[in-house]
């Protein structure tokens, strides 16, 4: 879906999974120092919106998701996952309730697929699934940068800011009174520094809740009754995960930024070493400079130098080994 603010001054179309939005508009740094510094906003309408309506709706996600949901107070946010039955990261959410509705955005195009596993788990509960991806577009607000939301707008409040769920129509006047616009690299790169995970990015086919951090911030660990819960607990009580999130600081000097799935090694080894783990998103940063996010094996010394590709990288801990 492709969003009208494409067609602002300076607009670069982003690629990839961000296809359908701008990457940036002309300023990457700028846009990134308006974000920090608490205004603007970030076009995120490629972006899937679902709603989960009916009396059972809290309840029934309670059963499916990782977290406590099911005595969520209006106008909480929060996020959950979705797992298979061995405990790998299927869907992400981001949702709030709104005391009538469940609104949740997810990664851009895998709403359908999500909807049709809710469809298939409603059985006798009274709920009604929606895709509202037409009708409705994500936008992302730095913490604090406009105190009044236009009436009729649900909001996701989170630590990193506001998640507006807007009518896609008023999209392009929202942008007029409340930008600057951004693009999501900006987004990123705050993203990458803040170390939170994306799926898609962060995650594979193998990936479990504590390699990326989610335990605690999507996983409730007090809670069972959800598909692969007993590879939750196990991990948590009885053994370690297999790799780590890691945070990288890369060399300056190097041009291109290594891509999702350069091979991380160790320095000492050189770039024919053996493989230890993968980037998943590098950005570059208005202050920290190149940076990325990587996925590691768990027995990676916390201190030992990297290489990224042929880019020397030191790491910072996200998730203890």
Not at 107 to 112: F, K, R, V, W
Not at 132 to 144: I, K, N, S
Request: proline share 6%; charged share 20%; net charge negative.
């Amino acid at each position: 879906m492709k969003s009208p603010l494409l067609s602002l001054p300076g607009a670069v179309p982003a690629e990839g999974r961000d296809e359908g939005v701008a990457a940036h508009y002309g300023d990457l740094f700028r846009e990134q120092r308006a974000l920090a510094d608490g205004t603007g906003l970030v076009d995120l309408s490629h972006r899937g919106v679902i709603t989960v309506t009916g009396s059972d709706r809290l309840a029934w996600l309670h059963l499916l998701l990782t977290q406590h949901v099911s005595e969520l107070a209006p106008g909480q946010a929060t996020e959950a996952l979705i797992l298979s039955a061995h405990g790998h990261i299927e869907h992400a959410l981001c949702l709030v309730d709104d005391g009538e509705t469940v609104w949740a955005h997810v990664e851009p195009g895998t709403q359908g697929e999500l909807i049709a596993y809710l469809e298939s788990m409603k059985f006798f509960y009274r709920v009604e699934v929606a895709d509202r991806t037409e009708d409705f577009a994500v936008v992302h607000l730095p913490a604090g940068s406009i105190e009044e939301v236009p009436e009729g707008v649900t909001v996701l409040e989170a630590p990193h800011g506001r998640d507006l769920f807007l009518p896609r129509a008023g999209l392009e006047k929202f942008a007029a009174e409340h930008g600057p616009v951004a693009g999501v690299l900006a987004y990123e790169a705050l993203r990458v520094e803040a170390h939170r995970p994306r799926l898609g990015f962060e995650t594979d086919h193998r990936t479990i809740p504590h390699e990326l951090g989610w335990i605690g911030t999507a996983v409730h660990l007090q809670k069972g009754c959800y598909r692969g819960q007993e590879t939750v607990a196990r991990v948590q009580n009885l053994g370690k995960p297999p790799r780590r999130l890691v945070f990288l600081h890369l060399d300056g000097s190097d041009v291109l930024l290594p891509g999702h799935g350069t091979p991380v090694r160790l320095a000492s080894d050189g770039a024919e070493g053996r493989q230890l783990g993968f980037i998943t998103t590098s950005a570059r940063h208005h202050e920290l400079g190149p940076i990325a996010l990587a996925l590691v094996k768990r027995n990676v010394a916390v201190d030992a130098e990297l290489l990224a590709g042929d880019t020397a990288a030191a790491q910072e801990t996200v998730v203890e080994p």
